[in-house]
């Protein structure tokens, strides 16, 4: 062996390579280019690679790709996305075919019902001084405004008298116009606001009204109405002394039920409870839970203080 | 300067070896790289010279004080001021940093940030008094869990990777035998001090370096440190210049096999030899592995992405008024769903599995991510002995009657098939068998013959293994043949010569045997047996002997001639006393027979190894301590130097011009000699390596070995070097992978390597490349597959975002995906088959193959990503619509939805719900969502098997692990939802288009190679149009198929298992 071998051979370096040597170096070639690439750069050169990037001028590349490049990509995912829109679209319109207008395929998520009050302003306290008209003024505008639908015209116009204490079972074709059961504004006797426009607000002896959550074809109690009963939750029990319900007992009628849908049941109007509040300690916060009894109802369901009961706080102040 | 110290020793004869004054071993700072470069020049022998003399004054006043030793107070004196006797640990990493290190790393931090947000956000909610304040608190702590819990698998997996100091200290003897205030004690070989007299004995360890004063009969095994297996003998003499090669010093660390020593203590701990080369160990960087720096640039890209998208949607959610609180909530889904949290994971899994699998082909993998490293190697530098050698000797040629015959030199022969007709073969094999004094330890007899243990070097053990396979029972003939007299060889007389008598029971001569070097035994010839007739040794036959022996010389092997000679009965009577001291008996005028040479041949499956390598665009470099000859013999014959490749010496001989006229262009092979490896410049090194495609390195030291490894990694080279001593260690370490010998290594080379070969053979290296590429194309796999659903699971924050819709997917659900059902698929893809013959390929370019990249990445968020959320919305809007809240009513409804004062929200068919119902079936939506992204996950699965070839190519059921991937994913998926058996069918005709367009695609891949499917726009057209075609075949089959999944037998099944409330 020749120890000049290395040494000239550095000086013939470069040039023509045998066979395999061809195809050993232009990848090391290249990763030398990248590796120079890849070097420290100062802020300048890079800036200036961006802008290279952003607006080749040589190449007329931006972003490295060429007007027809950027048209013809734009162009894919315009299509492959239209497509995909397309589909989607086809799809929510076949499963959309699958379903009855009337009535949604599942309601087990939906049952059994919940309950709310009005009035509803924010929350479900209800607080309010007698002697300042400013503070209970809106509730009692909540009242009235939600009362409307129930007024005694407007129940006789629209709906039909219907036997009381069975269920208003409307046969016929799902898609036919059901007949609704009036529930007169004047059932709720003193909560009417028609005697006292107060709602009993201005004397301190607030009216709340109670209103089961609609669920199609549902049919509450099975047969025996459905009861509301009040009292003092986590409390003094004898912070609430009495309390009124209208109209009856505080039952939610039968013939009320079951409930057909929006589209064919147009001028239902949800049957009400109202609890007169006629003697509750005044200047206290009293936590009150109002719940559903009947067969079906569940009201005991912890995280779900909405299902078959409610729970709202009353504040009356002198 | 520094200078580090090495010396690999195989042939005393043969070695260029860095010179190192013993300066050296007095100096103490640590040896730098930069250190060793300068090394490569300067070379200094100058001092030398002194300083051994000065070494020498201190033996000398030692030998005065011999009987008495150091006093105790001056070897506390002592040690005080050099420190115990042992090797400084490195200064490790706490464990602790380690830990930590592995709870910032890679997507941990954008975790952290999002459980820090989920716990700002409690706080606030919390102090608001909000109404489930805890849904946020809870989403901090599981996210805190997955960090937590990748981190312990992560530090778990690196505790157990190399720990290069421990096993130096495990050689460190526990006790040596001193003399100090003239008595004998035994100490703790750590207390040792320069000027301390040892006694040692066979079977011990070396305490320290010693100068040897008194020797009997010893002998060390230096293998640790110089990779030399023989046991060389040490005595008083001072027979070289440099200190690693004379006789007189014994090394710490080494064992010394036989006999009894006295010497002087001459250096401790760190400034051992042993100790140099752990701390030059130590400080030679590990850079990271090309599987980490993939998985780095990975992690940034996701980390990008989901960093750019969720400050995008920050910001676009707070200028649409939502809250700062919800904008921040909201950021921290975008990063969950960015994230791919099982990944890491499942990355290590898959690794581990191939490294489980690579063991059971005696690849040991120490280091996880080397598994791939050796899949991505370019370079391998590989020692010659052991690993593409058998590391014996073996006969390989014979030359009787003028010719030469082949020996068989497989590992398992059992015959030999040339030609033993001749009576010259029956005299020259009676000479093998006689003129040897190796022998067979007893109890072997039911061993194949060359696996049998034999007492005697290794020339011996190859003619006797020989004989015995040519002739049978070696040991019969020699009981047969007794023997009278012998002068074993030795290297004044090179020659070795008995006398026995015969089993010819007619002839009463005694028969006198001799081999030695072939010149020397030819220079005691007048006769030449030729067709067993005795001729006389003309010129003529004289010539024809030098040939052969330039021949066989000039194969690389080692040749030795043999001769005899019957002593005249009149002369030599039975009775005769042959003394061997005065050699009252002739020794010149002999009968030449023959030669025999010998090599240590290549392990039979290593041309093939090397073969695959170079189509696998691997370059083999030898690097070697051997002879340039023996070397270039042994690279040719295992293919490192193919058959028509040239060196420019061989063009210069065929040319018959000078070498300094040779192109040396046209020479691909290169045979490079130590020495001029040591005044190379990097430069030309660099040429060098980069101009010849075939390389030896011969007569290197370890420490060139290391020079070589740098100027591989210069190129841009991914390198694998194997290595069997402890001065191979830094190569080792430095190496990208580490590949030590799991027979013949030391501990310290396979505590430096990332990889042990248990069997000690090159071809187990080239599986281990196969599966190397095979992982990196499955993680490939797994990756795509990971990533697709990321964009199904960001979607739906996005649209919930922008359209205020309820939310489809929660948080944890995203969890359950890439936690739960995702993470046995994506190790199933590990298992998969290769597409093509991956060992055809070239390494992948580290700067240009990543494992991922823009179309990739591209192909998984833009083509099946979306695809995917496409599936998945159409599920979520069909739980809705069916349970009464059609797609109209959902937009823009978020405000309502998630009220918790509207209790009678009302839905498209004028039923009312409280809060508590809406979210029960926001649950539900989740539900859904989750099953269509897991059943998509399952075409994706399936689509992902191959990147270019068809599925029904690659077969669908010969990985058998998908399917278990397949079942555990639709398993977790029913154990997670068993209520929601009807929504399992809607994304159904989804993840069959995404299994179809990823055919289609493929299809337009394998048609149109080379091409990329983004940047090929004419193969996009195409797509384009069939895509529209596939699109309306789908539609139509949507038809048929989705009224008859969403029709009540379906439901029927799933009524029973309507959820109770409460």
């Known amino acids: 062996p020749s120890p000049a071998l290395p040494r000239s051979r550095a000086r013939s370096g470069g040039g023509e390579r045998g066979h395999e040597g061809e195809a050993e170096d232009p990848n090391s070639e290249e990763e030398e280019e990248t590796k120079q690439a890849m070097g420290s750069k100062t802020w300048r050169e890079l800036a200036g690679d961006l802008k290279l990037f952003l607006w080749n001028r040589e190449e007329r590349t931006c972003m490295g790709r060429t007007a027809t490049s950027w048209g013809l990509i734009l162009l894919f995912y315009f299509v492959f ?110 909560c009417s606001g028609l005697g006292d426009p107060t709602f009993g607000y201005s004397r301190g002896q607030p009216c709340v009204l109670l209103k089961m959550n609609r669920i199609i074809g549902y049919r509450p109690g099975a047969g025996v109405p459905v009861s509301v009963d009040c009292k003092v939750q986590k409390g003094n029990e004898s ?80 | ?30 040896v730098d ?35 008495r030793g150091l006093s105790s107070a001056r070897a506390a004196e002592i040690l005080a001021r050099d420190g115990p006797n042992s090797l400084t640990p490195p200064k490790a990493t706490p464990e602790i940093v380690k830990f930590l290190k592995q709870m910032v790393g890679g997507f941990s931090i954008l975790l952290w940030i999002g459980a820090a947000f989920s716990w700002i956000s409690f706080g606030i909610q919390f102090a608001q008094g909000a109404e489930s304040p805890f849904d946020n608190l809870y989403l901090g702590v599981v996210l805190a869990l997955v960090v937590i819990l990748t981190g312990i ?119 051992t030899i042993i100790g140099r080369i752990a701390s030059l160990a130590s400080g030679v960087g590990n850079g990271k592995t090309p599987i980490a720096i993939e998985i780095e640039h990975f992690v940034y890209l996701v980390a990008g992405v989901a960093i750019s998208i969720g400050v995008l949607f920050f910001i676009i959610s707070v200028s649409m008024r ?101 009576q010259t073969w029956t005299a020259l094999s009676k000479i093998v068998t006689l003129c040897n004094r190796a022998e067979f330890r007893p109890g072997q007899e039911n061993l194949p013959v060359m696996k049998r243990v034999v007492v005697g070097d290794a020339s011996e053990t190859a003619l006797l293994k020989f004989a015995e396979v040519v002739l049978g029972d070696v040991m019969d003939i020699r009981a047969r043949n007794k023997k009278v007299a012998e002068i074993p060889f030795n290297s004044t007389n090179k020659f070795q010569l008995s006398i026995h008598e015969t089993d010819d029971r007619n002839d009463k001569r005694f028969l006198l045997v001799m081999k030695g070097a072939p010149e020397r035994i030819l220079e005691r010839c007048s006769t030449i047996m030729i067709n067993g007739k005795e001729e006389p040794l003309d010129s003529e036959k004289a010539e024809a002997f ?86 270039k013999a042994i690279a040719k014959s295992v293919g490192i130097i193919s058959a028509t490749s040239e060196t420019v010496e061989d063009m210069a001989k065929r040319l018959n011009v000078p070498v300094e006229r040779v192109d040396r262009r046209q020479a691909t092979a290169a045979v490079v000699n130590g020495m001029e490896l040591k005044d190379m410049s990097l430069q030309q090194l660099d040429e060098v390596l980069c101009n010849h495609s075939e390389i030896v390195f011969a007569r290197t030291s370890p420490q060139q070995k290391l020079i070589i490894v740098e100027g591989c990694q210069r190129q841009g080279a991914v390198v694998a070097v194997t290595g069997d001593g402890v001065n191979d260690s830094p190569a080792l370490k430095k190496a990208d992978i580490g590949i030590a010998m799991g027979i013949a290594g030391s501990d310290a080379a396979k505590n430096a390597a990332d990889m042990v070969l248990l069997d000690d053979n090159f071809a187990s290296i080239v599986t281990g490349v196969e599966e190397g590429r095979l992982i990196f194309d499955n993680l490939k796999k797994t990756i795509a597959y990971t990533l697709t659903k990321n964009i199904a699971e960001l979607c739906p924050f996005l649209i919930y975002i922008i359209a205020s819709i309820p939310m489809p997917i929660g948080t944890i659900t995203i969890l359950f995906i890439d936690l739960g059902t995702d993470i046995i698929p994506s190790v199933a893809l590990a298992y998969e088959k290769a597409e093509s013959d991956i060992m055809n390929r070239r390494p992948r370019n580290k700067s240009k193959d990543r494992l991922v990249n823009e179309q990739l990445a591209v192909y998984s968020y833009l083509h099946i990503g979306i695809m995917q959320s496409v599936g998945a919305f159409v599920t979520y809007f069909t739980v809705y619509a069916e349970q009464g809240f059609l797609p109209t009513t959902l937009l823009g409804v978020r405000v309502n939805w998630e009220s918790n004062a509207i209790n009678d929200f009302e839905d498209s068919y004028g039923q009312e719900w ?121 539609s139509f089959f949507s038809i048929l198929i989705q009224p008859l999944l969403l029709k009540r037998p379906v439901c029927a099944i799933i009524t029973w298992a309507r959820p109770m409330k409460g």
């Open chain 2, 322 to 422: 939502y809250k700062i609180l919800d904008s921040i909530i909201f950021l921290i889904g975008i990063i969950v769903a960015n994230v791919p949290e099982g990944l890491l994971a499942t990355v290590t899994v898959s690794l581990s599995l191939t490294a489980k699998r690579m063991a059971k082909k005696n690849c040991l993998v120490k280091n996880l991510e080397a598994v791939e490293t050796l899949g991505s190697t370019s370079i391998i530098c590989s020692d010659k002995t052991g690993t593409l050698t058998q590391n014996r000797m073996t006969v390989a040629h014979l030359w009787f009657d003028d010719q030469i015959y082949s020996a068989d030199t497989s590992e398992d022969q059992t015959t030999q098939p040339f030609d033993q007709s001749s």
């Open chain 2, 1 to 30: 300067m520094p200078k580090p110290y090495f010396l690999l020793q195989k042939k005393s004869d043969v070695y260029s070896v860095e010179i190192n004054g013993t300066e050296d071993l007095e100096k103490t700072e640590k």
């Open chain 1, 239 to 318: 912070d609430l002394r009495s309390v009124d319900f209208y109209p009856g007992n505080g039952t939610f009628d039968l013939m009320y039920y079951p409930y057909y849908g929006k589209i064919t049941h147009v001028n239902y109007t949800s049957p009400l409870v109202a609890m007169h509040f006629t003697d509750v300690k005044r200047n206290n916060l009293v936590p009150i839970q109002c719940s559903l009894k009947g067969e079906g109802i569940i009201n005991d369901v912890n995280n779900d203080r909405f299902l078959g009961r409610i729970l709202f706080t009353l504040s009356i102040g002198k």
């Open chain 2, 546 to 631: 030098q040939t052969a022996y330039m021949e066989l010389g000039g194969m690389g092997e080692r040749v030795l001639g043999f001769c005899h000679l019957y002593l005249p009965e009149n002369e030599f009577p039975d009775t005769y006393p042959f003394d061997t001291d005065s050699m009252n008996f002739p020794t010149s005028n002999l009968c030449f027979v023959g030669l025999l040479s010998m090599i240590d041949p290549p392990r039979s499956t290593v041309p093939d190894a090397v073969s695959k390598c170079r189509s696998a665009g691997i370059k083999v470099i030898m690097v070697t301590g051997d002879h340039p000859i023996t070397a």
């Open chain 2, 153 to 271: 698998f992560a530090y778990y997996q690196e505790a157990k990777s190399t720990n290069i100091m421990a096993s130096f200290s495990k050689m460190i003897p526990q006790q040596a035998l001193v003399i100090r205030d003239a008595e004998k004690k035994e100490l703790p070989a750590d207390q040792l001090v320069v000027g301390d007299i040892v006694e040692i004995k066979g079977g011990d360890r070396i305490p320290a370096d010693i100068r040897l004063i008194f020797t009997q009969g010893c002998k060390v095994d230096n293998s640790s440190l110089t990779g030399e297996s023989e046991p060389q003998s040490r005595s008083c003499d001072f027979t070289h210049e440099n200190p690693l090669e004379t006789r007189n010093i014994a090394f710490y660390s080494t064992t010394c096999v036989e006999g009894t020593a006295t010497g002087i203590v001459i250096n401790t701990g760190d400034r």
């Open chain 2, 33 to 67: 790289e930069e250190g060793m470069y300068k090394d490569l020049k300067g070379n200094k022998k100058k001092k030398k010279t002194e300083d051994l003399k000065k070494e020498l004054d201190l033996v000398s006043d030692a030998k005065l004080t011999f009987h």
């Open chain 2, 914 to 1034: 409280t809060k508590y119902q809406r979210t029960y079936l926001q649950w539900t939506g989740y539900t859904a969502f989750f099953v269509s992204i897991t059943i998509q996950q399952v075409a994706d699965l399936i689509i992902r098997k191959t990147r270019r070839n068809s599925i029904f190519q690659q077969g669908l059921f010969r990985n058998k692990v998908i399917w278990v991937g397949i079942f555990s994913q639709i398993g977790i998926a029913l154990i997670l939802t068993y209520v929601l058996l009807r929504y399992w069918f809607v994304a159904v005709p989804f993840a069959i288009l995404i299994w179809v367009y990823d055919e289609v695609r493929k299809l337009f891949i394998r048609r149109y190679p080379g091409s990329k499917l983004v940047g090929q726009e004419h193969v996009l057209l195409k797509q384009s149009l069939s895509l529209v075609i596939l699109l309306l075949v789908e």
């Open chain 1, 81 to 190: 996305y239209t497509c995909l829109a397309g589909m989607f679209a086809f799809c929510m319109y076949v499963m959309l075919l699958t379903l009855s207008p009337y009535t949604p395929t599942y309601r087990d998520r939906v049952s059994p019902p919940g309950v709310m009050i009005r009035p509803y302003l924010h929350g479900f306290t209800i607080a309010f001084n007698v002697s300042k008209r400013s503070t209970w003024q809106p509730y009692v505008d909540s009242m009235h405004r939600f009362l409307a639908a129930y007024d005694d015209k407007v129940q006789e116009e629209k709906n039909i008298e219907c036997v009381a204490g069975r269920y208003f079972v409307q046969g016929g074709h799902e898609g036919e116009e059901k007949k609704a059961c009036r529930f007169k504004r004047s059932l709720l006797q003193s």
